[in-house]
């Protein structure tokens, strides 16, 4: 069995880069506020009286910073679950950090390339399908590993 | 205190259903791309020009299995959560055993009924409702257990 | 190196919170499904059907608790990860205690200020804008306290 001490660079890697995908994921709920203010768009009544924008929920770039929260939201917590399941599996320590920070790194590019710069395709793909394979990886290493205890 | 140790079956049980619930969760991801490849109806114009389709929000297909997707982060995720916190109140290891087994089965099902095959109700209420009562239970255990303490 | 023993109190106050927002987090469910069935407004053809209603994605109603909910998916993962990871830098028990109880009373003040009796702004501003600078407290400590080992 791996032993799981915060002492461990493994377990200190994981803890990095998951607070900062924390930190990235919460960072598009101030995207997307700074986009509904200064496009006067709200999908509030009381949000839109507040601020002297209208109700609107079809607003191109407000949409698009939406789809690209929804999308880390669909990944980033299943990323932080593996990651630590995964970390129970004893894998080699500089194999998982390099996991952890590619994955980091990609997840922040999606967000670049989906709300903030726009890019054509296949920049987003790229930046989405990178970490999609790595949450992969780790769920199948974790279920190969415990899979003989159920 | 219950002592959560690698080695415990119960634990183990744990990570393996968080695995498989994880990797259920993302497959939608891949659901959600084939339905739009093969409808030709894309989120993003760039999406829509690479892959020759249009932007469209309103495809029943599609937003069938964004609903899915949804109704995944609603409850996925807080099972990770109360699944792990229920661990440390040293539960009988059959029972949870069980109770972590059903959850995944019946989200399994929840996907199968609602974004691959549409059977009429209460199939999807069924699925949706026993793991939803599973996590009722475990919240309510956990704060019994601990609620002296705060 | 902080000691994370189940029966550390500032472990056991996170636990409690924890399990709490997460049930706070799926009473959402219910309060949709509540409202989707005394208006009669579905998202799924098979639900209008068995339940005698009609599909209808624009009800005011209903989309002020999903918003309500996607919020708190945007916002309550992210916790409960920053959150254990905060316990991990060691910090003062009264000090996290306090933390973790105004994020959970806030975030409840939040859903109910949303969702159940809709105030004017500032209300739901505030319920968001403190449990979100909590967020980002605990993400720097995390960061600033591990960023040597990475």
């Known amino acids: 069995m791996a ?6 660079p493994v ?3 994981y803890i990095v880069y998951s607070a900062i995908l924390a930190l990235k994921l919460i960072s598009v709920s101030t995207m997307t506020a700074i986009a509904r203010m200064t ?3 709200f999908a509030n009544p009381e949000d839109a009286k507040t601020l002297k924008g209208k109700v609107k ?11 690209a929260h929804l999308n880390d ?10 990651g630590a399941l995964y970390l129970t599996t004893g894998p080699v320590a500089a ?11 990609s997840r922040i590019v999606h967000t670049i390339v989906y709300a903030l710069i726009p890019l054509p ?6 930046a989405f399908g990178i970490p999609y394979i790595i949450k992969w990886y780790m769920g199948f290493q974790v279920a190969m590993y415990y899979i003989s205890a159920v």
Chains 1, 2, 3 share one sequence.
């Open 39 to 41: 496009r006067g768009v």
């Open 95 to 105: 194999w998982a950090t390099l996991l952890f920070r590619v994955y980091a790194v």
């Open 3 to 8: 032993v799981l001490a915060l002492s461990n």
């Open 11 to 13: 377990v200190q890697s």
């Open 73 to 82: 939201l669909e990944n980033i917590p299943a990323f932080w679950v593996l």
């Open 57 to 67: 929920f079809d607003d191109p770039v407000v949409e698009r910073i939406r789809r």
């Open 121 to 126: 395709q296949p920049a987003r793909g790229i």
